[in-house]
């Protein structure tokens, strides 16, 4: 049935299409340097959509493939299992919280942008059903796996300058805190309430910490 089609993570890649093309065939435009995460556009520009736009940019054709083939392959495996407006939270939160680790910890020159920062909380959310579920055989196997490419990737992560480590590691914190928060449908008894209020606490508690570090490292006022 159509409404079992995972819709919600074609539109994702459709968006993202879209601004990659945007860019490659009208670089007069300079997407990325409007959409992008760049902290002194954010901090003297109030510009606030730089929070969530970074995720629907990419720089270079690589970049773009390879962000669009994992999330092609872990957006339907995450959308079948959390539900459509669900996923469609997790990632965007994901991709919220991975902006705003890039905001907090990256030099203030950085220009950053991806659809990883979301990918990594679609990892991290999945860590937690794993939790959850500890009673399933094939969501085990699927945590294990993922688990080992989320351990991989953030090694690379320390020895390749041109990944956004930050951004990773605050989409992977942000996709946790996330699929805490929203649980799962049909099973909700395995998520508790106090778990999941606790969740929603510190994800508020981590955005307003990455805001502070951000202000200060720049020496400014919040406003």
């Known amino acids: 049935m159509k409404r079992n089609q995972p819709y919600v993570t074609y539109t994702f890649l459709g968006i993202n299409t879209v601004f990659f093309l945007l860019e490659y065939l009208l670089p007069s435009l300079r997407i990325n340097e409007r ?22 940019i990419h720089f270079g054709l690589m970049h773009f493939v390879l962000n669009s083939v994992v999330l092609y392959y872990m957006g339907q495996q995450c959308e079948a299992i959390f539900g459509h407006w669900r ?6 939160l994901s991709g919220l919280m991975g902006n ?5 910890f990256n030099g203030s020159g950085v220009l950053s942008g991806g659809a990883s920062t979301a990918i990594f909380g679609l990892f991290g ?4 059903v794993g939790h959850h579920y500890k009673d399933n055989p094939a969501i085990q196997g699927l945590t294990r796996q993922f ?12 020895f390749d300058s041109s990944i956004d480590l930050w951004g990773h590691l605050g989409g992977l914190l942000g996709g946790a805190l996330s699929g805490m928060l929203l649980g799962v449908p049909r099973g909700q008894d395995r998520f508790s309430v106090r778990g999941r209020v606790t969740s ?12 502070l570090i951000a202000f200060r490292k720049v020496g400014m006022p919040i406003v």
Not at 200 to 211: E, N, P, S, T
């Open 87 to 92: 996923f469609a939270l997790v990632y965007l």
């Open 200 to 211: 929603g606490l510190f994800f508020v508690f981590f955005v307003v910490v990455a805001v």
């Open 125 to 128: 959310a999945f860590l937690v």
């Open 35 to 56: 959409l992008g995460m760049f902290i002194p556009s954010v901090i003297l520009g109030h510009e606030y959509w730089r929070f969530l736009t970074p995720m629907i």
């Open 147 to 158: 688990g080992l490419f989320i351990l991989m990737n953030l090694v690379f992560g320390l």
């Open 100 to 104: 705003m680790g890039s905001f907090a």
